[in-house]
């Protein structure tokens, strides 16, 4: 389990940098330069922590394939961006809302202001979990920068009692915080130019690591088409289906006008059009084959007639 010390000095994340010691005496431009130099250092963080967000992903697609979800479990800047990678999954890849959750400690008005305190709940968290209806096909993320988050570990004990998938990510090295999980996913970002201000570095590395494991387990289970959304939420608005007309424009050749055409002859739906295209067939035949082949384009279009 975490360690519960309410001394937390001995962190990675509450450390005092040493590029940043003068801050408050620094020029603007030298006080950018600082931060921008420490910000760099963020993406070598991430892909230091490359096997287990690997594994997180494939944990995740897994349950998806198989009608689970995905729910981030976070108290303030982790909490808010788990809500946030949540909230832009379904026009991007016109998923379920239900597939990817976010629960924040103090909830949805910890999103606009800072709930104090309300990351000490534990109760607060495995209440939530079981408002959610956590099961063993689920999987559940907790997102603590410093590690010892109290709401964030129980919700990862809840995911243990319910037999659900457990991922933990933290800016901590597992000696300092421990972890009962299936995936621990640790991101060492080091000490942040404002000292313990996780919102910094720490939360740049959790905005790049949701990003991964959402949409690469998107791609895992046929949301794309190559490196192209085919199956965005063309009724959210205008852009998305301009998005969407190129994309069939980019596949198909077509012209603009065709290519709009194709699309409403879809109802909207990119991946439909695409197939309608290529193999010739009308939109319920296309819907018949993309059915088939579990929303898969290119297994689609590789299909025998």
């Known amino acids: 389990m975490h360690d519960s010390s309410h001394d937390r000095g001995h962190l990675l994340t509450e450390q005092r940098n040493t590029n940043s010691h003068g801050l408050d005496a620094m020029s603007v431009a030298a006080a950018f330069d600082v931060m921008n130099g420490?910000?760099?250092s963020v993406p070598l963080a991430v892909a230091k922590a490359k096997p287990a967000i690997v594994k997180a992903i494939k944990l995740v697609t897994a349950a998806w394939n198989h009608g689970g979800r995905l729910i981030y479990v976070g108290a303030g800047t982790s909490g808010r961006l788990g809500v946030l990678d949540a909230s832009e999954c379904p026009p991007t890849f016109r998923s379920d809302p239900k597939m990817v959750r976010g629960v924040i400690a103090g909830g949805k008005k910890a999103l606009w202001r800072s709930v104090e305190g309300a990351e000490d709940e534990p109760a607060a968290a495995t209440a939530a979990l079981r408002e959610l209806k956590l099961n063993s096909k689920d999987v559940v993320m907790g997102i603590a920068s410093g590690g010892t988050t109290p709401y964030v570990h129980a919700a990862l004990a809840e995911a243990r009692r319910r037999k659900?998938?457990?991922?933990?990510f933290a800016c901590v090295p597992k000696s300092q915080v421990r972890a009962d999980c299936d995936?621990?996913?640790r991101v060492l970002t080091g000490p942040e130019v404002l000292?313990?201000?996780t919102r910094l570095k720490a939360g740049t590395a959790t905005k790049l690591v949701l990003n991964m494991i959402t949409t690469l387990s998107m791609v895992g289970i046929g949301k794309t088409y190559g490196n192209l959304m085919v199956?965005?939420?063309?009724?959210?608005?205008?852009?998305?289906?301009d998005r969407a007309t190129r994309v069939v424009?980019?596949?198909t050749g077509l012209d603009r006008a065709a290519a709009e055409g194709l699309l409403k002859s879809a109802r909207g739906r990119a991946k439909t059009a695409i197939v309608m295209h290529e193999k010739r067939l009308d939109r319920s035949g296309a819907e018949r084959l993309l059915k088939d082949h579990d929303g898969r384009v290119t297994d689609a279009l590789r299909s025998r007639p």
């Not at 659900?164 to 933990?168: D, N």
């Not at 965005?232 to 289906?241: E, I």
């Open 195 to 197: 000292t313990g201000s």
């Open 164 to 168: 659900a998938g457990a991922i933990f």
């Open 231 to 241: 199956d965005l939420n063309t009724y959210a608005c205008h852009k998305l289906v």
């Open 183 to 185: 995936v621990d996913i």
């Open 249 to 251: 424009q980019s596949v």
């Open 38 to 40: 420490e910000d760099q």
